[in-house]
């Protein structure tokens, strides 16, 4: 499983969406998790709902494959498009709830705001992810860890993945050019009982 995070990108839809693409897109992302609440998810949101169902949708594709124009053909593609974004995409809570997700034996708490966070999350979580830092972040304290990719003007987006060359858990910063800044491998929770010879 692959999840991506996205810091928030306050009144900048367009970069949200080239976001959005990359990690959908290049890295194959299965949960799309954004960490604010703003306008420019209010426009991007806005921008693919759509009130067709699927089956519409495929209709459409038939149709306008057979005897659409290129503008038609467009804003199909536009509206698949956004449906595959919205399908994959969650918003992280509101302050003070948390969401939790589990990624092999991993366990991610996904916060908003930092000052949220209990000692009690950070004894029970392998990653702490939040979308209040004022830039790219990362830090590692014993088996875990505590990971923002800053605000999307930054230029940077997270992506945890267990489907890693290396084997096991890895968390990447990510540029929005689809460059790998970092990659970091995270620990699973790991024997608690040691056996002496």
Same mark, same amino acid.
Not at 91 to 118: F, G, H, Q, Y
């Given at each position: 499983?692959?999840? &991506?995070?996205?810091?928030?990108?306050? +009144?900048?839809?367009?970069?949200? *969406?080239?976001?959005?693409?990359?990690?959908?897109?290049?890295?194959?992302?299965? +949960?799309?998790?954004?960490? &604010?609440? =703003?306008?420019?998810?209010?426009?991007?949101?806005? %921008?693919?709902? !759509?009130? *067709?169902?699927?089956? +519409?949708?495929?209709?459409?594709?038939?149709?306008?494959? %057979?005897?659409?124009? #290129?503008?038609?053909?467009?804003?199909?593609?536009?509206?698949?498009?956004?449906?595959?974004?919205?399908?994959?995409?969650?918003? %992280?809570?509101?302050?003070?709830?948390?969401?939790? *997700?589990?990624? =092999?034996?991993?366990?991610?708490?996904?916060?908003?705001?930092?000052?949220?966070?209990?000692?009690?999350?950070?004894?029970?979580?392998?990653?702490?992810?939040? &979308?209040?830092?004022? *830039?790219?972040?990362?830090?590692?304290?014993?088996?875990?860890?505590?990971?923002? #990719?800053?605000?999307?003007?930054? &230029?940077?987006?997270?992506?945890?993945?267990?489907?890693?060359?290396?084997?096991?858990?890895?968390?990447?910063?990510?540029?929005? !050019?689809?460059?790998?800044?970092? !990659?970091?491998?995270?620990?699973?929770?790991?024997?608690?009982?040691?056996?002496? #010879?």
């Amino acid at each position: 499983m692959r999840l &991506g995070f996205i810091g928030p990108a306050k +009144t900048d839809a367009v970069a949200l *969406e080239q976001a959005a693409k990359l990690l959908i897109c290049d890295f194959e992302v299965d +949960t799309l998790i954004y960490l &604010g609440e =703003d306008d420019a998810l209010r426009e991007f949101v806005a %921008a693919y709902e !759509s009130e *067709e169902s699927a089956h +519409t949708v495929e209709q459409r594709v038939a149709e306008v494959a %057979a005897t659409g124009s #290129p503008d038609d053909i467009e804003d199909v593609l536009r509206k698949l498009r956004g449906a595959l974004y919205l399908g994959k995409l969650r918003v %992280a809570p509101p302050t003070p709830t948390r969401a939790m *997700e589990m990624l =092999d034996d991993r366990i991610i708490l996904v916060v908003r705001n930092k000052s949220t966070i209990c000692e009690e999350d950070v004894i029970n979580s392998n990653v702490v992810v939040y &979308g209040d830092a004022k *830039e790219l972040m990362f830090k590692r304290f014993g088996p875990r860890c505590f990971f923002s #990719p800053g605000p999307l003007d930054v &230029g940077h987006v997270g992506l945890l993945d267990d489907r890693s060359e290396t084997g096991g858990v890895v968390l990447r910063a990510i540029e929005l !050019s689809g460059d790998v800044s970092w !990659s970091e491998p995270i620990q699973g929770r790991g024997a608690k009982v040691m056996v002496a #010879p």
